[in-house]
């Protein structure tokens, strides 16, 4: 249990409102979109630097643990209070700061919230690229602790591409500033690009600032599906050669098609075959009319058995809630999901997707497949019954199975999720003992007495 | 542990929740908290915790957040596992009255005078409360809720007549219309808008002098007794009559009847034939018009002396039929109101970018006026962004949220707000003039 004089220093610090301490408050914030929770002793709302400051100096002084929280729907547990202590929720700290239009950045607070931050630079004609399938929900700063990517990431890279300055507190309660608006930037080791990723092990974000780009003037959507899966790994790879690559390039397999069949409401969306791709083209709007001609001159070398191109904006937004819909969809499959968002080289996918269906098929249990092709990474998501305990040994024998292969293969454990407390004890699948005590070192740096994230990643 | 919550759950929905925070940032309540105790997903939580007795939880505590879930069904709709949100609190909330019901408070009293229709001691209840010395000594005596109440509005008229209509003529269709307490009590005039709207339009209306409350306000406190009379009540005060539909202009009546009053009665009592037959008839006025549409009718236009540009506030409890396809772009813009309101020569319709919730919610806003305040400021932020000349609406809960502007629009600035029935009722007037 957590000394009570902490709580009242908190509460001395930041008011009675911004301090949450009964049991049915605390529940509230035990849980991420994992299946694990732990319940946190306190939580806490600041609103600037100086307040977190404060409040890990005040966790050095009670030498207790402190975990940082956006929106709480990450799925590697990395906002999960493991060993208890106080969370820092940032969702109070929600404001935009700056907006540099002659630079083309803009400076924000870690709790907003991505797609707040999307509309308001739509609507003054910017945009910012990165788009997990949690945008409109979690926060920009569980975004850049996570280094999270979506779609977009096969034309415009992912979170850390776009983050240029951060203010940062470390685990001895400072407050420094890493990166610089300048493009070139060569001046000591790049901290800007270690926290980005860092799954909140290393320090607390107060202020972030990201590189923005001009919005396309319109974009278009291609439907496609193959029952033949090596020939839509090759229309994809003649995709990806062209200059004018696709700015999306999601697939689905087959389990997953049928997952989300019901959000697709238009008769004239018809979903057939085995492997499905979701394609789209910005730009301006000859750019993107050029582009879709091309894709599907393309697409049809490779015998397609559906080919669907929309510029409606009804019926692209069914299509994206529709992909956006099968990882929460997938319930129904099992009420346990051990979700992997495994990465290979592009090159490595029809193997690894040939394994995946040889492992379920292996295991007897259900492994549905989706990802962002054009970037290699591959949700793999093992659904199994909890109470059946037979199963669930078997999921995670079919996860480590998996998860080995990937490495074989030269791919990453994980693409975006992180990997936090699922996937923290396949690291050594990957690293050797010296590797990961440079990692932990790195840490140490910036948090001696190991209270910020502790138990996370290694 | 005397006040722990005891009571089992019936819908085990919540075991569907996989805590993905998509209902996060469409929740009213969770939005102007940031805290997650205020959210759809932290609600599920403390029910399952509850009725999984992992935790003893204290029904005060528990009563906090539940009261101020709007039952907007905002977070009912973005659940891609299809969690009943709305019906896990409404259950709930019925278990923590029974704990906590009997303690008496200037809410609850409000709630027992709508019951009975006695108008008089509705509006002393709402009205002492907003009295500051009172407010002060009620905290002590009688509980009040935090602030003022909607009834400082000036323009409630609580003696204003209700039209009421009992013998059916002639005409082909016919249908009944059902007011709701406050297109009864508070704004009638609403009510002789609909009934000229239907009646111009070549429609018997039969308006019985018995009905009442939906009884939404009820089973939002967890008084499941006084909602199974209303409905009762309502359904006898419209049985036996000769009418195709019944029709009702308010979107939080037609939530109540269509979708809870079949919920709160089980298949083998002796009522539900008529619970069910009542709430399959039943239509808000926008259904009802592309209905009779679908079958036939010319439904009348009408004209606007004055062009006047406004802005449609969706209500939350606003439904279209599943069936429908916006086939104009008033329609693709607010759904099957977009009917009518092509029909109003003179209308203008702007675009509200984010349909935000109005911050109503029937007993919330009284429970908790100052969040329901923030709640109705973002929505003022958009209606700003689109400069109407009048915000229309099609609720009553919204009608009290949206005029309540004190505090909102600087100074003496006022937006006028006005049910589009009254609009179309006045462009069919306008028009013979």
């Not at chain 1, 100086?50 to 590697?76: A, D």
């Not at chain 2, 009172?134 to 009834?151: D, H, T």
């Not at chain 2, 429908?324 to 702007?350: M, T, V």
């Amino acid at each position: 249990m957590m000394d009570k004089k902490l709580i009242n220093e908190f509460e001395m610090l930041l008011g009675k409102d911004r301090v949450l301490s009964e049991t049915e408050e605390l529940l509230c914030y035990s849980y991420d979109a994992t299946s694990k929770d732990f319940m946190p002793d306190v939580v806490v709302f600041p609103l600037d630097a100086e307040e977190i400051s404060k409040i890990v100096k005040l966790c050095l002084k009670y030498n207790t643990p402190v975990v940082g929280r956006g929106s709480g729907s990450g799925f590697s547990g990395g906002s999960l209070p493991l060993k208890g202590g106080v969370v820092v929720s940032f969702t109070k700290m929600n404001r935009i700061l700056e907006l540099d239009e002659e630079n083309m950045f803009v400076t924000v607070e870690p709790g907003i919230i991505n797609a707040d931050l999307k509309n308001y630079l739509s609507e003054r004609g910017y945009f910012y690229p990165p788009d997990p399938a949690s945008y409109e929900f979690s926060t920009i700063g569980g975004n850049v602790a996570e280094c999270s990517g979506g779609p977009a990431a096969v034309k415009y890279g992912v979170t850390k591409d776009y983050v240029a300055e951060l203010e940062v507190i470390t685990g001895e309660g400072e407050i420094i500033h890493t990166g610089s608006k300048a493009v070139k930037n060569v001046s000591g080791y790049n901290l800007t690009e270690l926290f980005s990723g860092s799954e909140g092990t290393l320090g607390l974000f107060s202020k972030i600032t990201l590189k923005i780009l001009s919005k396309p003037e319109a974009n278009s959507l291609i439907l496609v599906s193959f029952n033949d899966i090596n020939n839509g790994f090759n229309a994809a790879i003649s995709l990806l050669k062209l200059r004018n690559r696709p700015s999306m390039l999601e697939f689905m397999d087959k389990s997953s098609i049928e997952s989300v069949k019901s959000y697709f409401k238009s008769d004239i969306i018809r979903i057939e075959g085995n492997f499905l791709f979701i394609i789209e083209a910005d730009g301006s709007q000859a750019e993107v009319d050029k582009s879709i001609g091309e894709y599907e001159k393309i697409l049809k070398e490779f015998s397609p058995v559906s080919l669907f191109s929309s510029s409606s904006t009804g019926e692209k937004k069914e299509i994206m809630e529709a992909r956006k819909a099968i990882s929460p969809s997938l319930r129904k499959y099992g009420d346990l999901k051990i979700n992997n968002d495994i990465a290979v080289p592009i090159n490595k996918i029809p193997t690894m997707l040939l394994f995946l269906e040889e492992t379920s098929k292996l295991y007897n249990i259900p492994v549905i497949n989706f990802g962002h092709f054009g970037d290699g990474n591959i949700h793999v998501n093992i659904m199994l019954d909890k109470k059946d305990i037979e199963m669930v040994k078997k999921g995670e024998k079919a996860k480590y199975d998996i998860l080995k292969k990937t490495v074989e293969l030269g791919g990453s454990l994980s693409g975006e999720h992180g990997i936090g407390l699922e996937k923290k004890e396949f690291m050594k699948l990957k690293y050797s003992d010296y590797y990961m005590n440079i990692l932990k070192n790195i840490k140490k740096a910036f948090d001696p007495q190991n209270i910020i994230n502790p138990g996370k990643i290694f | 542990m005397k006040d722990r919550v005891k009571y089992k759950n019936i819908d085990k929905s919540y075991l569907d929740c996989v805590h993905c925070g998509k209902c996060l940032s469409g929740c009213p309540s969770y939005v102007a908290n940031l805290n997650e105790f205020y959210s759809p997903r932290g609600r599920v939580r403390l029910i399952l915790t509850d009725d999984a007795d992992k935790l003893p939880l204290r029904a005060p505590k528990v009563s906090e957040t539940m009261s101020s879930c709007l039952l907007c069904g905002r977070c009912v709709k973005i659940c891609p596992n299809g969690v009943k949100i709305d019906k896990l609190i409404i259950d709930e909330k019925i278990r923590l009255n029974e704990l906590t019901g009997h303690v008496f408070s200037i809410d609850k009293f409000a709630l027992k005078a709508l019951k009975n229709k006695r108008k008089v001691l509705l509006k002393s209840a709402l009205e002492i409360g907003n009295i500051p010395i009172i407010e002060k000594l009620s905290r002590r005596y009688a509980p009040k809720p935090e602030g003022k109440s909607f009834i400082s509005n000036k323009d409630l008229a609580f003696n204003a007549i209700f039209p009421i209509n009992e013998s059916l003529g002639k005409n082909v269709f016919k249908v009944g219309y059902f007011s709701g307490c406050v297109f009864n009590s508070i704004y009638p005039q609403i009510s002789v808008d609909t009934i000229i709207s239907l009646t111009q339009n070549g429609i018997d209306v039969f308006v019985p002098k018995t009905q009442g409350c939906c009884g939404l306000p009820f089973i939002s406190s967890g008084d499941i007794k006084s909602f199974r009379e209303l409905a009762l009540n309502n359904v006898r005060a419209f049985k036996d009559k000769e009418i195709h539909y019944i029709v009702t202009s308010c979107a939080s009546c037609a939530y109540s009847i269509n979708k809870l009053y079949p919920l709160y009665f089980n298949a083998n009592e002796d009522e539900y034939a008529e619970i069910k037959q009542f709430s399959e008839k039943l239509l808000n006025i926008w259904s009802f018009f592309k209905e009779l549409e679908k079958k036939g009718v010319n439904i009348k236009s009408g004209e606007l002396k004055k062009e006047t540009e406004v802005v449609f506030h969706a209500p939350c409890h606003l439904s279209n039929m599943p069936e429908f396809k916006p086939a104009s772009s008033n329609e693709n813009l607010i759904g099957e109101a977009g009917f009518i309101a092509d029909k109003i020569n003179g209308l203008k319709l702007k675009p509200l970018n984010h349909n935000y919730c109005c911050g109503n919610g029937g007993m919330f806003n009284i429970r908790h006026y100052n969040l329901s305040k923030k709640i109705t400021s973002r929505k003022f932020e958009e209606i700003k962004e689109a400069s109407p000349q009048e915000v229309l609406t099609s609720c009553s809960g919204c009608m009290f949220s949206l005029k309540d502007q004190k505090g909102i629009l600087e100074g003496s600035e006022r937006l006028p707000v006005r049910h589009l029935i009254s609009v179309y009722a006045q462009s069919l007037k306008e028009l013979k003039e």
